[in-house]
Each structure stands twice: as C-alpha cells, then as structure tokens.
C-alpha cells in the first residue's frame, strides 16, 4: 500500500521522538515538510526534485534569515531519513544550497505597545505575554508550561521550561507569576493552557493569541527580542542573557540583543574624551 503524505510525516514523528527530539522541535519540522507538501501538491513525495524544493523556497519573500536555515535543517532530516528507511534513494536534501551565516539585526516589539496588550488582553493572553516578555521564553515553551514545572525553595519560586533541542533550562519567577500559571492551571493542576496538543495548546495557537494584542507586526519573537536587550541593558551580562534564553551559543543570543544607539555613543565619546 502507498504510504500518503501524512502516512510518511506521522513516521518520520516517531522517528524523531524516538530519538528524543522534543515536542515542540517535531512540531516545527513536521509543519515545515506539511508546508512543502501544500506547494508541491499531492504528487509522489519522492518524486519532489530539487527545482521543486527551490521554487518553493525562493518565493518566500518574507522570510527571515532564520527561518530559511531552519526550514532547510528539517528538509535534509526528512530526506535524510527518508534515505536510512529505504523510502527513496535519492536524497534531495543534501542538495540544498547553503544558508549563509549572517547576524540579523535584532527585532524588538514596541515597549508601549507591549504595555497596551498587557492592560487589554484576559487573564490567559496576559500570562502569555508576561512570560515571553518577563522571561524571554518562547511560543512552543510557552505553550507547555505545567504546575509539575513549578519549584519552591528558600530562595523563591522557579519554573522548568521544556526548550528547543531538549535544551531545558529553570527560570526564576516573582510570587504573581506563579501564582498565575497555577491558577490558569486550576485547582486540581496541570497544563496552565490546556488543548488537543499532548493536553496544551500549539505553539502557533500560543502564537496568534500573543500577536492578535500585540501591535504591527510584532509576535512573540520580537517579545523574546525585547526581554534579551532588557535584561541585557540592566545587568551587561551576556552569558546570563544566553541562560535566559537557552541558548547554546553566545553568537546566537548576541543576534537577539540590540545595541541601543545612545549606549554605544556614550561608550564610544567616552573613549575619546579619555584618549584625548
């Protein structure tokens, strides 16, 4: 029997989570193959050529440098796998061309705008937008916050956030914060934003209902954005920034954070007046 589109990405699923990729990196390589497959239409996955893969991917305007380098990492996993399963012996991904390593220029949300959304969203959306900009947490994080991931010591509370590439990282949090997710949560605990996602919401659902309040076209990335430049504005301290965010490199997080204009002119004719 010919395996269908969804046939295939449901295996290569649980491929993946057999090899311990977390929820949330199988939901973005699924939706990015889901994504291929609505441009190419419903023919024979391995007869998709390369000239399908870059026609498709060459007509995306609007796509971030990071989004590009992120597509094509789940397009070569798919054919990758596709190949060691026996499914095709012709392995389209490792022709993709290469995306160049660039630094991207930081892309913050608007800080009043941030403040607007806050005052006008519900007790669910207002949680979600305290934690991405409060903590810098991320959309698919976001999404699976549970009461489980709550801790109380003598210091305060904290809170075990599940990361991208199974990269978890613990999260100091103020009293309010966590006593909202637990009461999002309800009494008897659980998922702070219960849905048909393994019990909590998407990370794109998460997504829409942050940017419906937010302002333009700012979404809960360039939330993230903001926190890292905050946080790194109040205490110049990078690596600290990386642990916010769960990173696993430096280079990334310096793409997160913006140099703000008067901080680098102070430092800057500083210098001089000293030199001269």
Same mark, same amino acid.
Not at 11 to 27: C, H, K, L, N, V
Not at 32 to 54: K, Q
Not at 196 to 207: C, K, P, Q, Y
């Given at each position: ?5 969804? !046939? ?18 199988? %939901? ?12 190419? %239409? ?48 012709? !392995? ?28 006008? &969203? ?9 934690? &991405? ?39 100091? #949090? !103020?009293?309010?914060? &966590? ?6 949560? %309800? ?11 393994? %019990? ?10 942050? +940017? ?5 076209? !700012? ?35 310096? &793409? ?10 102070? +430092? #800057? ?8």
């Amino acid at each position: 029997m010919t395996e269908t589109w969804a !046939d295939l990405i449901h295996a290569w699923a649980s491929a993946q989570r057999a090899a311990g990729r977390s929820t949330q990196t199988i %939901g973005l390589r699924t939706y990015h193959v889901r994504r291929l497959h609505e441009a190419v %239409g419903d023919v024979d996955p391995w007869s998709v050529t390369l000239d399908d893969v870059l026609a498709w991917t060459g007509g995306q305007d609007r796509w971030s440098w990071a989004t590009r380098r992120s597509v094509r990492s789940s397009l070569r996993g798919w054919w990758r796998w596709a190949v060691a399963t026996g499914r095709t012996t012709v !392995d389209v991904g490792a022709r993709l061309p290469v995306v160049p390593v660039a630094q991207p220029m930081p892309r913050l949300a608007d800080p009043a705008g941030v403040v607007v959304a806050m005052h006008e &969203a519900d007790e669910r959306v207002l949680l979600m937008l305290r934690l &991405a900009h409060g903590l810098g947490m991320r959309r698919g994080e976001v999404a699976q916050v549970h009461t489980d991931d709550l801790t109380r010591d003598l210091i305060g509370w904290s809170l075990h956030v599940h990361g991208k590439g199974s990269r978890d990282r613990v999260l100091p #949090l !103020d009293d309010s914060l &966590a006593r909202a997710i637990r009461r999002e949560a %309800g009494t008897g605990g659980g998922y702070a934003f219960p849905g048909a996602i393994d %019990g909590h919401l998407s990370a794109r659902w998460v997504g829409r209902l942050v +940017a419906r309040m937010l302002p333009g076209t !700012d979404t809960m990335h360039s939330l993230r954005h903001l926190a890292a430049t905050e946080v790194h504005d109040a205490t110049h301290d990078l690596p600290l920034v990386r642990r916010m965010l769960g990173h696993a490199s430096l280079a990334t997080t310096q &793409a997160y954070v913006h140099v703000r204009d008067d901080a680098l002119r102070t +430092a #800057l004719v500083g210098r001089s007046q000293r030199a001269g």
